[in-house]
């Protein structure tokens, strides 16, 4: 992939790096973050065509603040620095940065003076998102200053005579609304970019270098679960070692309706691959007999996963390869990325998980991709849409989404008013407008009326929950259709028997989270 135009970004830690790299590739221009203190002359080698400092949590006064090796500020490449790095750049080129007397923080008006550069194409007024603590409070004349807003006088740079640029605000997150704009000025007019990254484009390197990784005889293992990612996993995998992938999919007794079929019917019968489906409902079911805690629910099904998997894959010769759908964002935030430094681990995530000891080596051919990506390249393996614009779905399935006790009657109940959930919305045209849908069954007795009295008999609560979001770490619940909402709900108690009542889920996360449990 080295052969495509592309920006680097130094991480310096910040929440935001993942944005400003998916901002970088929304507009086509290949990118990946790597660590501070990248030496200049790796970059030089990889021919990057600009650089993007990102902000962070430090001071770059501080003892042990991150800091960028200097000589990338003579490699002749653009250099962005957003928050910390116009801070970083500032310090190191010439300005003075300190703590400020108010943190700044949250959606501000920045006045424009200079709307060339970096803020072409920008109107004098406009808002963006600020989150620091230290500005840049004097530049000599290294530096012009761009923008101010009323608390940082200083909010944008750029440097008299070498193409190093500053924003003390953050274009990336959606907050700044012209903040595309920015990146757009960066990559196209600053650093020359053409625009060159298609993911459909890279088939043909990942299928090659799968192939080199794997060598001539091996063959490959890949769970397969029924999502995005490892349906497009097994797709590229299979077009790089054909029948030497063995795909593995575990019934577990928690899945949506007719999952399994999807699955079977798209890569054995379309595809032709190799397919091992475990039924292993009944297994899973005892297993949770009786439990409601969805922590011990998770991990129950996080280890019978790995003992039917082993015993499924057990016999398949020369299975050195594990082939996972790790994806990007997995990457930057189990804190394996650019920086090392741990981020948001989501420990309760990792159902399905394989663990080291197994002793595969792994085969990871979408690491540095996007999910907007894997779903293009997915489009592009031929992989039917319905699978590749799928919803995500927990590793342990409407485990944590029957609340309280798991029975087949249960499980039964929520497939059916998820069925109706999703078939509406689809119907409507909603789907795909939403990031996540489903429904939760909750364990309270909910009161009827039965002829002419009340009835508390074995009548549940579903709720809808429905949510937008981009990252999945923070999420808004959908201003939906309201008759929508109706025809759904009526749907689901007239035709699921023992489902009086529908609730629709308002809550945002955080404080809330996506699932219920
Ligand atoms: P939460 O509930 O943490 O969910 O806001 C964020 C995203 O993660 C999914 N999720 C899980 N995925 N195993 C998974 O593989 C899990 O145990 C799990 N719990 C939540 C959730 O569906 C949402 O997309």
């Not at 019917?265 to 297994?283: I, K, N, P, Q, Y």
């Not at 074995?458 to 309201?482: K, N, P, Y």
């Not at 749907?491 to 889920?505: H, K, Q, S």
Request: glycine residues 8%.
């Amino acid at each position: 992939m080295e052969a495509h135009e592309t920006i680097a970004i130094l991480d310096f830690g910040s929440q935001y790096s993942q944005l400003i790299a998916r901002r970088v590739r929304e507009n086509h221009v290949y990118c990946e973050l790597l660590p501070p203190n990248t030496p200049a002359e790796r970059l030089r080698a990889m021919g990057v065509r600009g650089i993007i400092l990102s902000g962070g949590p430090a001071s770059v006064y501080d003892e042990h603040a991150p800091q960028c090796d200097n000589a990338i500020f003579t490699l002749d490449v653009p250099i962005l620095g957003i928050c910390y790095g116009m801070q970083v750049a500032c310090a190191q080129l010439g300005g003075n940065v300190h703590g400020s007397e108010s943190r700044e923080y949250g959606r501000v008006r920045l006045h424009v003076t200079e709307p060339t550069g970096i803020l072409a194409h920008l109107p004098s007024e406009t808002s963006v998102w600020m989150s620091h603590g230290d500005v840049v409070s004097a530049v000599d004349d290294a530096f012009v200053s761009l923008a101010a807003t009323a608390d940082c006088p200083i909010a944008a740079v750029r440097h008299t005579s070498r193409p190093v640029f500053g924003v003390q605000f953050h274009p990336e997150v959606t907050h700044t609304p012209l903040g595309s704009q920015i990146v757009r000025n960066f990559v196209y007019d600053i650093c020359n970019c053409r625009g060159d990254w298609r993911v459909e484009r890279v088939i043909g390197d990942l299928v090659e270098s799968v192939r080199a990784q794997v060598g001539p005889d091996a063959r490959v293992i890949c769970g397969l679960s029924g999502g995005v990612d490892s349906s497009v996993v097994a797709a590229l995998v299979h077009r790089a070692i054909g029948e030497r992938l063995v795909c593995v999919f575990v019934d577990n007794g928690l899945l949506r309706r007719d999952e399994r079929d999807m699955v079977e019917s798209t890569f054995r019968d379309h595809f032709g691959m190799t397919l091992r489906v475990v039924d292993a409902r009944e297994r899973f079911l005892n297993r949770l007999a009786g439990v409601l805690d969805p922590q011990e629910k998770r991990r129950i099904i996080g280890h019978e996963f790995i003992d039917v998997f082993k015993e499924a894959a057990q016999d398949v010769e020369q299975a050195h390869f594990l082939a996972q759908g790790t994806i990007y964002p997995d990457v930057i935030e189990s804190g394996h990325g650019a920086t090392g430094q741990a981020a948001m681990i989501k420990s309760h995530h990792n159902v399905g998980g394989l663990p080291e000891e197994l002793g595969f080596e792994l085969v990871e051919p979408l690491r540095l991709l996007f999910k907007d990506e894997v779903r293009h390249l997915g489009e592009a393996l031929g992989l039917p849409e319905d699978l590749v614009w799928r919803h995500p779905f927990p590793g342990p399935g409407l485990a944590v989404r029957v609340a309280g006790e798991l029975t087949v009657e249960r499980l039964e109940l929520l497939r059916s008013a998820d069925e109706i959930l999703l078939e509406e919305l689809r119907a409507a045209g909603w789907y795909r407008k939403v990031a996540q849908g489903f429904a939760v069954l909750v364990p309270v007795e909910s009161v009827g009326v039965m002829g002419d009295g009340r009835s508390y008999e074995g009548q549940h609560l579903v709720v809808i929950r429905l949510v937008e979001t981009s990252d999945f770490m923070t999420a808004d619940w959908v201003r939906i259709d309201q008759d929508l909402l109706g025809l759904i709900s009526n749907r689901i108690i007239n035709e699921i028997p023992g489902v009086n009542r529908v609730a629709y889920d308002v809550s945002s996360k955080p404080p809330a989270t996506i699932e219920w449990q």
